[in-house]
């Protein structure tokens, strides 16, 4: 087994509210090895955006510590890269110009403008945006702008890359062409991954494990699921596999019989 | 806005145009209009058509307005004749005259119109341009740091009902001279909007691009270049367009009060020599100077607002 690179030891998160504490998560631990997918499911209101951004440093937890890489998380940085779900592209800046803000703070203090350059342009043509790198986010597509979101992200050639819902505002072809996508940079680059989704189909073909979050307040993790299906995966193959239908039927029974959520 | 409806209609139109004539060049009924003589007709009175409906929104566009400015001018020389205020034909002779030199100079109470705009909008440029450089600063400074805007905000909150002018004595005081005085009116009603929509611009930047400079770890001047200064923008235009609109009003009743060379000054003056339709074409100056100055603004503002990302 790889090194650890994430670790989350016994972490809550209470929010203050004017009904007093609202407690979001409780007892959380998980280790996050390198190199390893995981994925974050749950109904909405489980807490699983949470636990993303106190991985990310964006919010800190109560009680409870997290490490990255054998240090304290104490705040956001650029070693744990986050693709935002809203994709959250500059739009007064180009394609280019939002990984290249990303790559220069990065890698500005080593290396020289044609190098970040080089950098830049990789990054975009990995995730294949390299001819609208030009073009300003309101000029392109949804699916192209969270390439473009991805491309910051892998640029950054961080420790950890942290996704929140990447794919929730896109149609279910553009979503299914861009897990490919991701898929296959993820492969080219080793990356170590957390995502939030709610999709069971997207966590299955892209999961090395499942964490599965019962439902809030006080969530925490209900089931974790060893993904046993071999790299590279194919959606279409994939298909009629018994171990992916097998998978899936685990996260549908988690989600739709233990963790009901009672009707709105 | 009416500038925007005005440029949008006439777009619309041509479109139409296209559709029909890509009808008539569809390939099949073409092989069939080869035989039948009478198809020819069709394309010639289409474009007629489309020529009609393109004119529609220009004339709605325009009618109305010369309707607006007939009846005002009618009003004018009905009011005109009753009494004693001079009626738009004598308004007009009188502009001639005074257009047609605008750049004479008779010593310092003595100058042609152009002079007196020309020192107005001087006024108004460094007084604006001192409350620019003072109210985007402050305005930053109170959006960033919630101590500062709890801080300030009373204070701009009692003195912002304040007319300028009520500031006029305090700046003769201080300067001991009309001209500053009349530019430090001009610098207190042109910094309130600034530093209000400076401020608010800050507040408002998107907490998902405050999230990106943090994961990014930006530093402070990067996140105010790249994040924080193309954010607010927009909002510090329309702070500047209010400014401006404000500071124009402003003027006039300054230069009244102070003297010199000015359109202010200048309508006082005319009033003093009894020229009532001198100071009929100052109220249509200033109206127009005015409003290009408004137009300018909402230009620069449409070159920098971002489309819908």
Redesign the interface.
Known sequence: MALPMVKVENVGMSFDTKQGAFVALRDIDLTISQGEVVTLIGHSGCGKSTLLNLI?G?TLPSSGLLLCDGREIA????E???V?Q?H??????TCFENVY??VE??FGQKEGKPKLKVRTRDALALVHMDHAMHK????ISGGM?QRVGIARAFA?EPKILLMDEPFGALDALTRASLQDELMNVMEETGATVVMVTHDVDEAVLLSDRIVMMTNGPAATIGEILKVDLPWPRRRLDLAHDAKFVDHRAALLEFLYQKQLRKAA | MNAATLAAKPLGTPSLVRMVSTVSADPQPQAVAATIEEVPPKPVRAPGVALGKRLLPLTKAIVPPIFGFALLIGVWAMVAMKGSIPGPLQTWDAAVVLFSDPFYSNGPNDQGIGWNVLSSLKRVAVGFGFAALVGIPAGFIIGRFAFMNSMVSPIISLLRPVSPLAWLPIGLMVFKQADPAATWTIFICSIWPMIINTAVGVQRVPRDYMNVARVLDLSEWKIVTRILFPSVLPYMLTGIRLSIGTAWLVIVAAEMLTGGVGIGFWVWDEWNNLKVEHIIIAIFVIGIVGLALEQMLILIARRFSYGNA
């Open positions: 990310a964006l705040g956001p940085g650029p744990r890269a986050v935002f809203n959250s592209l500059l739009p007064w800046l803000l990303a703070r990065v300003y986010p309101h000029e702008k950054m």
